[in-house]
T-cell receptor, first 116, second 115 residues
């Protein structure tokens, strides 16, 4: 069990550019979550996947954001036409959930995005 | 939208003292309540969690107390150590109206333990 990994750990980009983040969950974890965390706040839910299906998206996830989990393993989060307000820590978490029960989510180290 | 109220916002405790952080919620679809610990620049890490078929759970120096009727739970850190200095988040499962399979996090408590 190597834990949840995220890449890159840091990203600095100019406003208007597109960025993509990757998350590798704990192996055999069938649920994968994306959260956003701004300074001094708790993580805010963005979206989650059950295997490869994206089952819920937050209203925080504007149409500039898209997430995929093509084979039910790793996931990518893309932000198009970045804005300064997108600057935040993007956290990925995974869990093993069977039978419709919410269990512990294990977080990765996060990707810190700075939009200039 | 589910509201999760966490207090205090910040806490300063002397080494060896007791740190107490509180969390209150409105509704939830599942009974599973974790506390996460986060150090600067790191992702949140699970500290301790409780299913409220019990009113208290203890793991080492960390204890969760749960009051289901009041919809409140708290984290107690006994014999607080400087290494406990971090930000602590409570997490509450979403309600059926807010979406179930996610957590709603509190705003965090910055704990500083003085040596």
């Amino acid at each position: 069990d190597t834990g949840v990994s995220q890449d890159p750990r840091h990203k600095i980009t100019k406003r208007g550019q597109n960025v993509t983040f990757r998350c590798d969950p704990i192996s055999e974890h069938n649920r994968l979550y994306w959260y956003r965390q701004t300074l001094g706040q708790g993580p805010e839910f963005l979206t989650y996947f059950q295997n490869e299906a994206q089952l819920e998206k937050s209203r925080l996830l504007s149409d500039r954001f898209s997430a995929e989990r093509p084979k039910g393993s790793f996931s990518t989060l893309e932000i198009q036409r970045t804005e300064q307000g997108d600057s935040a820590m993007y956290l990925c978490a995974s869990s093993v959930d069977r039978g419709g029960v919410l269990r512990t989510q294990y977080f990765g180290p996060g990707t810190r995005l700075l939009v200039l | 939208q589910q509201q999760v109220k966490q207090s205090p916002q910040s806490l300063i405790v002397q080494k060896g003292g007791i740190s107490i952080i509180n969390c209150a919620y409105e509704n939830t679809a599942f009974d599973y309540f974790p506390w996460y610990q986060q150090f600067p620049g790191k992702g949140p890490a699970l500290l301790i969690a409780i299913r409220p078929d019990v009113s208290e759970k203890k793991e080492g120096r960390f204890t969760i107390s749960f009051n289901k009727s009041a919809k409140q739970f708290s984290l107690h850190i006994m014999d607080s150590q400087p290494g406990d200095s971090a930000t602590y988040f409570c997490a509450v499962p979403g309600s059926f109206t807010s979406g179930t399979y996610k957590y709603i996090f509190g705003t965090g408590t910055r704990l500083k333990v003085l040596a």
